[in-house]
T-cell receptor, first 113, second 114 residues
Framework: GAGVSQSPSNKVTEKGKDVELRCDPI?????LYWYRQSLGQGLEFLIY????????KSGLPSDRFSAERTGGSVSTLTIQRTQQEDSAVYLC???????????FGPGTRLTVL | AQTVTQSQPEMSVQEAETVTLSCTYD???????LFWYKQPPSRQMILVIR??????QNATENRFSVNFQKAAKSFSLKISDSQLGDAAMYFC???????????FGQGTTLQVKP
């Protein structure tokens, strides 16, 4: 079946603009995760959703970052007033339950000029 | 807080030879899982192998095996009969038992020479 997909593949934006990154998890997966991969910080957890439970937002770096998951499926990560340090690859993953294997998407490379 | 450390930024191996990638972690938890992920240039993270902390037996997946030393908090990955397709960045990761959040090491770039 189809894997995790993310769009866009690449995004270039200007400092101060808002961006939305989209993740389509594997159908039927109840858990969805966002990670950020940057040169300075490595691979870091941002947020995860598990079913109807309140999301774990403990990894979001600032209040400019938010995410939602509509209908238990598609998720959108929004970054407001982007800064140059937000430049990174944003990876999404999903799993059938929170304790099961996470399957990753190809990521969105965000460049803030 | 849990941390994962990979002390080898880059490693190199000759095709068909064996290479070992190192990983250490720090945790006070007793219920946790450890993973090795491979990230080729395509960026897509692929799970290579996983180890449950409560299992004493080292996990093995074909040419990939781990040396899990729980007391030493060490979790190394051995790749046997290295192939050109093994060239990638490898990440060691930790997950506490009751959460889905993965904590990653800094990664090791593996080069395979023909």
């Amino acid at each position: 079946g189809a894997g995790v997909s993310q769009s866009p593949s690449n995004k270039v934006t200007e400092k101060g603009k808002d961006v939305e990154l989209r993740c389509d998890p594997i159908s039927g997966h109840t858990a969805l995760y966002w990670y950020r991969q940057s040169l300075g910080q490595g691979l870091e957890f941002l947020i995860y959703f598990q079913g109807n439970s309140a999301p774990d937002k403990s990894g979001l770096p600032s209040d400019r970052f938010s995410a939602e998951r509509t209908g238990g499926s598609v998720s959108t990560l929004t970054i407001q007033r982007t800064q140059q340090e937000d430049s990174a690859v944003y990876l999404c993953a999903s799993s059938s339950r929170q304790n099961n294997e996470q399957f990753f998407g190809p990521g969105t490379r965000l460049t803030v000029l | 807080a849990q941390t994962v450390t990979q002390s080898q930024p880059e490693m190199s191996v000759q095709e068909a030879e064996t290479v070992t990638l190192s990983c250490t972690y720090d945790t006070s938890e007793s219920d946790y899982y450890l993973f090795w992920y491979k990230q080729p240039p395509s960026r897509q993270m692929i799970l290579v192998i996983r180890q449950e902390a409560y299992k004493q037996q080292n996990a093995t997946e074909n040419r990939f095996s781990v040396n899990f030393q729980k007391a030493a908090k060490s979790f190394s990955l051995k790749i046997s009969d290295s192939q050109l397709g093994d060239a990638a960045m490898y990440f060691c990761a930790y997950r506490r038992g009751n959460t889905g959040k993965l904590i990653f090491g800094q990664g090791t770039t593996l080069q395979v020479k023909p």
